[in-house]
């Protein structure tokens, strides 16, 4: 395998957007970073699957579609470009210290890279969505597990299974796009923001609660009938649909990250108040980490990335000023 001996001081293994935010900030205390992912284009999974789904707990923005927020982001990351290398399409395999080169070694499919910290940012790894496990479902070209283009709902009768943010987000959002939305969910609670599930049960939108699919009906590769039945009483409902979306979340795997001595807890890498795992020179944030009194937003992972960052600062330079860096100074 072909090796790079280019040290850095820094490498972000993860470009969704706390590691983009990382590196820009790290940047900007002057750093030498490389952010490297699996993907092909920056912003994780914002990008890849919701590019279209509207944020609503990012500061100062009431709103704020996903692609949007990325493009923010690389606009930010450009403002740096001198000071940040970025690396994409190259999965990260295994990383260990070095002890010849006093290096982290981080071996891609591709290549070897050098650095003197690492920051983990990969969110939760590889994932697969949870479907609604009924036969044939595979087979069905209108079921969908993620929404990257509101258009194809449009004037379309949608039935959206789920019952956490995502559902109740994309059945607000749908609304005025399709002709009918229903939301399906299994519990009489749903388990999003209170402002968004009131907002869907004062709106047009049909909410089933609490019910599960039990069968699909369809010809022709489409599904045109799902049946669900209520948990409580056993009744049964016939649906007509023209698309599903299966909001169930994702399974997800941290693959070789599971690997690399890291201390893990709750499938995730388990970080002290500086954000640093339990190896020297290697850090977490963003979902890819776990703490007490851990919070799952972006905001949060922004604020995670701020003090990996000002640690690892700490960590190379332990002679220097260690007062967190502030923009208002740059």
Not at 190 to 196: G, I, N, V
Request: charged share 25%; glycine share 6%.
């Amino acid at each position: 395998m072909e090796k790079i001996i280019n040290k850095f001081d820094l490498t972000i293994i993860g470009a969704g957007p706390v590691g983009m935010y990382a590196a820009y900030y790290a940047a900007l205390r002057d750093l030498r970073v490389k952010i490297i992912d699996s993907l092909t284009h920056l912003g994780g999974q914002l990008q890849a699957l919701y590019p279209e789904k509207y944020i609503y707990d990012i500061p100062g923005f009431p709103q704020i579609k996903a692609e949007d927020l990325i493009k923010y982001l690389t606009t930010q990351l450009e403002n740096v470009k001198d000071s940040v290398e970025i690396v994409l399409g190259e999965r990260v395999e295994y990383l260990r210290r070095n002890e010849e080169l006093n290096l982290l070694e981080i071996c891609t499919d591709k290549l070897c890279h050098y650095s003197k910290t690492v920051l983990i940012t990969a969110g939760k790894g590889a994932f697969q969505p949870r479907t609604l496990g009924l036969e044939n479902e595979e087979s069905f070209s209108n079921i969908h597990y993620f929404v990257n283009n509101m258009d194809k709902f449009k004037d379309k009768r949608v039935v959206i299974f789920g019952g956490g943010d995502s559902a109740v987000d994309w059945a607000n959002m749908l609304k005025t796009v399709a002709q009918e939305v229903t939301v399906v969910h299994r519990r009489h609670e749903f388990r999003a923001h209170e402002k968004s599930v009131q907002e869907m049960l004062n709106s047009s939108v049909n909410v089933l609660t609490p019910y599960v699919a039990t069968a699909l009906e369809g010809r022709d590769g489409k599904v045109k009938k799902v049946y669900v039945n209520n948990v409580e009483t056993n009744a049964t409902l016939t649906l007509l649909v023209d698309e599903i979306i299966v909001l169930y979340g994702f399974l997800s795997s941290l693959g070789p990250i599971e690997s690399w001595d890291l201390t893990l807890e709750d499938r995730a890498l388990l970080v002290d108040s500086k954000q640093a795992t339990n190896i020297s020179g290697i850090y977490a944030a963003g979902d890819a980490c776990i703490y007490p009194g851990k919070v799952k937003m972006i905001t949060c992972g922004f604020g995670e990335a701020t003090i990996a960052i000002n640690s690892i600062y700490q960590y190379l330079y332990p002679y220097k000023k260690t007062l967190p860096f502030t923009s208002t100074k740059h």
